[in-house]
């Protein structure tokens, strides 16, 4: 069986994604002729040099291509690939430890699978100190970090990053990749091999108005997804991921942070956006099995109280009703 990692490269130089190379180079009791790393240069007058890229016992691909942004430019990734299996990697992370890609190959020896989802973990810094914090992800279905696909699945299944996403876009792909294959062809790992790292340039780790500026965004990957979904008939499973945004929508808007009066201006940029996906799915939203609507409310409304939220300070449908006169 071989593994790729399938990494896309923009502004990261070769001290930065060193990191990763290193993380894979002291890999333990693994054959380094069953990996290899793909990386492709998106449009970036950012090279990676061939001393960097030609100091590994593992094959590595550097490929230099225009710019698409980083959806396209991870579809290209897996385009040069013809692995048995890929792992999309981003060029500022790591493996956690050195075991990470034994873990790996020994779930796919163990037994074939189309998705392998696994514990990562997060570094993240402490507000008061600046000092390094470690949160566990577990069993995360969003983030693009630590997962394993079976590579002929994506591809006869055309399972694709979405090209018109660059923000929230592995949300995208990771619930499509795993809602077009079965629940048995999923495996979950509680091992932990991927750390997504903190970087001092990154905007969307260090801004504490990230979510504020982006959530507009996510509705658009939530709306692609939709589409794709109803395209694919699957009826069941868009109806799920429509009630599952408008509730988060909702609970989202009733946290302190978006109430604040000092981001008004973001607030109604969203309940705007949020208007026009309500009009756009509110017939799907409709045919949902009022158990299944219930059952979707509480996780989200369990997940929200562990994030902040205190109480709804307006009904859900006053504001529905408020976002349908806006």
């Known amino acids: ?132 914090v470690y949160i566990n992800h577990n069993n995360d279905t969003t983030f693009v970090h630590g997962k394993v696909y079976r590579r002929k699945y994506l591809i006869e299944n055309d399972i694709k990053f979405n090209p018109n996403l660059t923000i929230h876009e592995d949300s995208y792909f990771n619930y499509l990749a795993q809602k077009c294959t079965t629940p048995n062809r999923i495996k979950y790992s509680p091992n932990s091999f991927y750390l997504w790292k903190w970087r001092d340039s990154s905007v969307c780790r260090h801004d504490p108005k990230y979510i504020l500026k982006t959530y507009n965004k996510m509705l658009d990957s939530s709306s692609a997804l939709v589409q794709e979904l109803m395209k694919r008939g699957k009826g069941n499973e868009a109806e799920e991921l429509v009630t599952a945004m408008i509730y988060d929508a909702y609970f989202t808007m009733n946290k302190k942070e978006w109430i604040n009066q000092e981001n008004k201006e973001y607030r109604d ?40 939220l205190v109480m709804e300070s307006i009904t859900f449908h006053d504001w529905i009703n408020k976002i349908l006169n806006i």
């Open 1 to 132: 069986m071989k593994l790729d990692f399938l990494v896309p490269q923009y502004d990261e130089d070769d001290s930065i994604i060193k990191n990763l190379l290193d993380s894979i180079n002291i890999q333990q009791n693994i054959d380094f002729n069953d990996i290899s790393v793909i990386i492709v240069n998106d449009g970036s007058n950012v090279f990676l040099s061939e001393k960097l890229l030609n100091s590994y016992p593992f094959k590595i691909n550097y490929y230099k291509e225009d710019h698409k942004g980083v959806s396209a430019t991870r579809n290209s990734c897996l385009n040069h690939s013809n692995a048995d299996y890929v792992m999309f990697c981003d060029a500022d992370d790591m493996f956690y430890n050195a075991c990470g890609v034994w873990l790996i190959l020994r779930e796919i020896k163990l037994e074939e699978f189309d998705a392998l989802i696994s514990v990562f973990i997060e570094e993240t810094k402490n507000s008061l100190d600046n000092s390094p």
């Open 269 to 308: 940029s969203t309940e705007k956006r949020f208007k026009k996906y309500y009009n756009d799915f509110n017939y799907i939203y409709n045919m949902i099995d009022e158990n299944k609507k219930n059952q979707i409310i509480m996780i989200i409304k369990n997940r929200m109280f562990s994030e902040g």
